[in-house]
């Protein structure tokens, strides 16, 4: 069995998310890392699925007994406040809605172990490198949930969606201008993409400036999804996002289709009969926000068959549950610090960075308050060494890109303190506190996410590391901020942050372009510099083709940034699945993963420990 996309695109981080938008990648948002601990027990029930003796987790599971006829899967997603509730692929802006749309994937192509497109989608595709073209090609027979026939026209409307003056969302950025013709469309001196070339019911040809390997991974500008024209083809783009067929009452093409809404609070789902792989064993889901102050006292009481979003905080509640396997796998995720260095303009759709004007643009200052955090002693004590610190904005997944040579930031209170001395941030009135380099008091914003209780204590940790370095820094806003809220601040350059911490769910594609090109509405720290610049677009090239070229340039990519540390990693993390014995199977590695039409139940009801 391939992969299923839902699995990809379950979160974050979330995100970041998560944004894990949490991540500007489609694919992504928002998912643990293993620290240097010994293996532990495996649960009870749970199949051996690989060798690797440094995984602390199984991978699948399997349960006894017959399975029931239809049932419906109950799961919790672990979020302290209400989702969004943006139901469209093209304009969702974080891993939560990501998740919640899962269920009911829009998505053309599947993936591979190594999360390569494959044909075995409702699309294949077809590239032609040498004239920059590829070609996609849906099934014939596939329908909408509402019964209507799949057409190339609603393969053709996201990026007419996507590329509009009045387009809403973030995806607007440097790989989608490589479709030709999208800038244009975009500018509104042209009705159409021009580069985009309906061939026939079932086939589009697509134009590119250019091609690299980043095309076999959804990216280049490449979109993965459909969009049905029958259904929002007529709302203007301005009006989509606020529209009922995004927030009511979504027409999919997955196994399942959206039943009931209540806002912020629980989604619905029953099969969909025209799900073109069969029909769903499962009469339905229904996912449901839990916050994470009771999530371990409703797994233990049997209210949900699967838990997503789980932080590694919970660990030690749930551990010991006889009532529940416990799955875990490396995430496509990394948290970090930003530093804000400059602005995006809105007018000239670019970052532009400004060092000089900047609270945070003393290269030395931004150094110095990475050596100055103990994530090690906070993976430790508050995570189960469930995540480690992060070396580098490519996570170990990505083998062929990941710089495992790279020192990043560990804990050096000492070396901290150098660099601010070197610099000229010195305590001036013997207060313990550092003024500015021209004697002035400091005191820098940080802009960091609620969450559970354990949320604040870490976050309380932090600022004391800074604190023991001589360094101001307080929230802004006097307090945490709401997930949603925090990151409309971020985007939006609020004057009331000077850092910020948050996470990133890569997706599939490991390209960074979409987070850190000087196009990116993404690239929250603001920075941009020939350097990076270049690094960004040759990963991207025609060039990269060649793979030493390419990794070359990841490289050049994570030592630049690792460097001006206008953002710095602070932890991979592993991907923790509390799943319930009444599941029969389950497996969420990403060669391998469970599709979702063939779920089963062994029982009427969850199981209670």
Same mark, same amino acid.
């Given at each position: 069995?391939?992969?299923?996309?839902?699995?990809?695109?379950?979160?974050?981080?979330?995100?970041?998310?998560?944004?894990?938008?949490?991540?500007?990648?489609?694919?992504?948002?928002?998912?643990?890392?293993?620290?240097?601990?010994?293996?532990?027990?495996?649960?009870?029930? #749970?199949?051996?699925?690989?060798?690797?003796?440094?995984?602390?987790?199984?991978?699948?599971?399997?349960?006894?007994?017959?399975?029931? @006829?239809?049932?419906?899967?109950?799961?919790?997603?672990?979020?302290?406040?209400?989702?969004?509730?943006?139901?469209?692929?093209?304009?969702?802006?974080?891993?939560?809605?990501?998740?919640?749309?899962?269920?009911?994937?829009?998505?053309?192509?599947?993936?591979? %172990?190594?999360?390569?497109?494959?044909?075995?989608?409702?699309?294949?595709?077809?590239?032609?490198?040498?004239?920059?073209?590829?070609?996609?090609?849906?099934?014939?027979?596939?329908?909408?949930?509402?019964?209507?026939?799949?057409?190339?026209?609603?393969?053709?409307?996201?990026?007419?969606?996507?590329?509009?003056?009045?387009?809403? %969302?973030?995806?607007?950025?440097?790989?989608?201008?490589?479709?030709?013709?999208?800038?244009?469309?975009? #500018?509104?001196? *042209?009705?159409?993409?021009?580069?985009?070339?309906?061939?026939?019911?079932?086939?589009?040809?697509?134009?590119?400036?250019?091609?690299?390997?980043?095309?076999?991974?959804?990216?280049?500008?490449?979109?993965?999804?459909?969009?049905?024209?029958?259904?929002?083809?007529?709302?203007?783009?301005?009006?989509?996002?606020?529209?009922?067929?995004?927030?009511?009452?979504?027409?999919?093409?997955?196994?399942?289709?959206?039943?009931? /809404?209540?806002?912020?609070?629980?989604?619905?789902?029953?099969?969909?009969?025209?799900?073109?792989?069969?029909?769903?064993?499962?009469?339905?889901?229904?996912?449901?926000?839990?916050?994470?102050?009771?999530?371990?006292?409703?797994? #233990?009481? &049997?209210?949900?068959?699967?838990?997503?979003?789980?932080?590694?905080?919970?660990?030690?509640?749930?551990?010991?549950?006889?009532?529940?396997?416990?799955?875990?796998?490396?995430?496509?995720?990394?948290?970090?610090?930003?530093?804000?260095?400059?602005?995006?303009?809105?007018?000239?759709?670019?970052?532009?960075?400004?060092?000089?004007?900047?609270?945070?643009?003393?290269?030395?200052?931004?150094? #110095?308050?990475?050596?100055?955090?103990?994530?090690?002693?906070?993976?430790?004590?508050?995570?189960?060494?469930?995540?480690?610190?992060?070396?580098?904005?490519?996570?170990?997944?990505? @083998?062929?890109?990941?710089? &495992?040579?790279?020192?990043?930031?560990?804990?050096?209170?000492?070396?901290?303190?150098?660099?601010?001395?070197?610099?000229?941030?010195?305590?001036?009135?013997?207060?313990?506190?550092? @003024?500015?380099?021209?004697?002035?008091?400091?005191?820098?914003?940080?802009?960091?996410?609620? &969450?559970? *209780?354990?949320?604040?204590?870490?976050?309380?940790?932090?600022?004391?590391?800074? *604190?023991?370095?001589?360094?101001?820094?307080?929230?802004?806003?006097?307090?945490?901020?709401?997930?949603?809220?925090?990151?409309?601040?971020?985007?939006?350059?609020?004057?009331? /942050?000077?850092?910020?911490?948050?996470?990133?769910?890569?997706?599939?594609?490991?390209?960074?372009?979409?987070?850190? %090109?000087?196009?990116?509405?993404?690239?929250?720290?603001?920075?941009?510099?020939?350097?990076?610049?270049?690094?960004?677009?040759?990963?991207?090239?025609?060039?990269?083709?060649?793979?030493?070229?390419?990794?070359?340039?990841?490289?050049?990519?994570?030592?630049?940034?690792?460097?001006?540390?206008?953002?710095?990693?602070?932890?991979?993390?592993?991907?923790?699945?509390?799943?319930?014995?009444?599941?029969?199977?389950?497996?969420?590695?990403?060669?391998?993963?469970?599709?979702?039409?063939?779920?089963?139940?062994? *029982?009427?009801?969850?199981?209670?420990?």
């Amino acid at each position: 069995m391939k992969k299923s996309k839902w699995l990809l695109f379950a979160a974050l981080f979330s995100l970041l998310l998560v944004l894990a938008a949490c991540s500007g990648k489609e694919d992504g948002t928002a998912t643990e890392e293993p620290a240097d601990t010994d293996t532990e027990e495996q649960a009870e029930g #749970a199949e051996e699925t690989t060798e690797d003796s440094s995984e602390l987790f199984e991978v699948s599971v399997t349960n006894e007994g017959e399975a029931i @006829e239809g049932g419906i899967l109950q799961v919790g997603m672990v979020k302290d406040e209400p989702f969004q509730g943006i139901f469209n692929w093209e304009l969702y802006e974080d891993a939560y809605d990501s998740e919640l749309m899962s269920w009911t994937s829009n998505a053309l192509f599947e993936t591979d %172990g190594d999360f390569m497109l494959t044909d075995e989608g409702i699309a294949s595709l077809d590239v032609d490198q040498e004239n920059n073209k590829a070609t996609v090609k849906i099934r014939e027979g596939v329908k909408w949930s509402d019964g209507t026939p799949l057409t190339i026209e609603d393969v053709i409307l996201p990026y007419h969606i996507i590329g509009h003056k009045d387009y809403t %969302g973030v995806r607007y950025d440097t790989q989608f201008q490589n479709i030709i013709g999208a800038e244009e469309y975009h #500018a509104g001196t *042209a009705e159409t993409i021009s580069g985009l070339k309906k061939i026939d019911d079932l086939t589009l040809e697509i134009s590119f400036k250019q091609l690299s390997p980043s095309i076999f991974y959804g990216g280049d500008g490449l979109w993965t999804y459909a969009a049905p024209v029958h259904q929002v083809g007529d709302i203007p783009v301005a009006e989509l996002i606020e529209s009922d067929a995004v927030r009511k009452n979504p027409i999919t093409l997955g196994a399942f289709k959206i039943d009931k /809404i209540v806002p912020g609070e629980s989604v619905s789902y029953v099969k969909n009969e025209h799900y073109w792989k069969g029909e769903p064993k499962l009469d339905g889901v229904v996912v449901k926000v839990v916050p994470s102050s009771s999530v371990s006292v409703a797994i #233990a009481s &049997g209210d949900y068959d699967l838990v997503t979003s789980f932080n590694a905080t919970k660990m030690e509640e749930i551990q010991d549950l006889e009532n529940i396997n416990i799955l875990g796998r490396p995430e496509l995720y990394y948290s970090y610090v930003g530093f804000k260095v400059g602005k995006f303009d809105t007018t000239q759709n670019k970052v532009v960075t400004d060092m000089e004007n900047s609270k945070m643009g003393s290269q030395e200052l931004r150094q #110095a308050m990475g050596f100055a955090l103990d994530i090690e002693q906070v993976s430790e004590v508050f995570y189960n060494n469930l995540r480690e610190r992060a070396n580098s904005l490519i996570p170990p997944v990505f @083998e062929s890109f990941y710089d &495992g040579e790279l020192n990043g930031y560990t804990y050096d209170p000492e070396k901290a303190e150098a660099l601010l001395d070197e610099a000229g941030f010195v305590d001036v009135d013997g207060d313990g506190i550092r @003024e500015d380099q021209n004697g002035e008091k400091l005191e820098i914003k940080l802009a960091a996410m609620s &969450g559970d *209780a354990t949320q604040e204590e870490i976050i309380a940790f932090y600022l004391q590391n800074w *604190a023991d370095v001589g360094l101001n820094v307080v929230l802004s806003t006097g307090r945490l901020i709401e997930f949603n809220a925090f990151y409309d601040m971020v985007q939006a350059d609020d004057p009331e /942050i000077d850092m910020f911490m948050g996470a990133w769910g890569t997706g599939t594609n490991p390209s960074p372009s979409g987070l850190y %090109g000087e196009a990116d509405q993404y690239n929250f720290s603001r920075y941009t510099s020939d350097v990076l610049q270049s690094a960004v677009v040759a990963i991207d090239s025609p060039e990269s083709f060649d793979t030493d070229f390419r990794a070359e340039q990841f490289k050049i990519f994570q030592e630049h940034l690792e460097e001006v540390a206008t953002t710095i990693p602070m932890q991979f993390r592993y991907e923790i699945f509390p799943v319930n014995k009444r599941v029969k199977n389950y497996n969420i590695d990403y060669a391998d993963a469970t599709e979702i039409h063939e779920i089963e139940l062994v *029982a009427d009801k969850p199981v209670a420990n």
